[in-house]
């Protein structure tokens, strides 16, 4: 059952035509989600695209390409605007190891309110989740860096039976109150 909160990983997305015209040239649809992103009352959207032949790229440059997340927002006549743009969000094909650090991700996006938060994870080899968060700023009237939580897990060596199979190993917790606003399109993981 699809959810006004969820990713939309296992069905086959449909976006309104208004916004599949917007997209990038060479890049096809990855992940979409739909909900209210700046307060106003209609219906918004997060949507990530990539290159569809993205690993043989990789394979022949040892350069994945990047996955823009693209937030359109609705005017009053239904029809969508690009509000905003990052290419630097979203994790490449390359950057999980064997496993593909977006697409395989529990969720991917999800949207509460005027937030949004993107999941890049791992569960195959290394175990690991990085959760990036943006706010829509009334007074910038765009999104910013709200806060990262990055966690990684080893397996555990206790012998107890009941013990669980992996343990944290690190929680990294960076929010965006430290610094002045930094918008959505200039948002760079470190």
């Known amino acids: 059952?699809?959810?006004?909160?969820?990713?939309?990983?296992?069905?086959?997305?449909t976006l309104p035509k208004n916004i599949a015209e917007q997209l990038p040239k060479e890049y096809s649809l990855m992940a979409m989600q739909s909900g209210d992103l700046n307060n106003d009352q209609l219906i918004d959207y997060v949507v990530v695209v990539h290159k569809e032949d993205e690993k043989d790229?990789?394979?022949?440059?040892?350069?994945?390409?990047?996955?823009?997340?693209?937030?359109?927002?609705?005017?009053?006549?239904?029809?969508?605007?690009?509000?905003?743009?990052?290419?630097?969000?979203v994790y490449t094909v390359d950057e999980g190891g064997q496993c593909d650090p977006f697409l395989d991700s529990g969720e991917g996006i999800v949207i509460i309110g005027g937030?949004?938060?993107?999941?890049?994870?791992?569960?195959?080899?290394?175990?690991?989740?990085?959760?990036?968060?943006?706010?829509?700023?009334?007074?910038l009237k765009t999104w910013i860096f709200h806060k990262r939580i990055y966690e990684d897990w080893v397996m555990n060596n206790s012998r107890k039976p009941n013990a669980d199979a992996l343990v944290l190993r690190t929680r990294k917790v960076t929010s965006g109150k430290q610094n002045s606003p930094l918008l959505l399109r200039d948002y760079k993981r470190d």
């Open 1 to 13: 059952m699809a959810c006004a909160c969820c990713s939309v990983h296992s069905e086959v997305p």
């Open 57 to 89: 790229i990789y394979q022949r440059t040892e350069q994945a390409p990047r996955r823009p997340l693209l937030v359109f927002t609705q005017k009053s006549d239904a029809t969508f605007v690009l509000s905003a743009r990052n290419d630097y969000t």
């Open 115 to 139: 937030f949004f938060t993107v999941e890049n994870e791992v569960a195959c080899g290394a175990h690991w989740t990085d959760y990036i968060t943006f706010k829509y700023s009334e007074a």
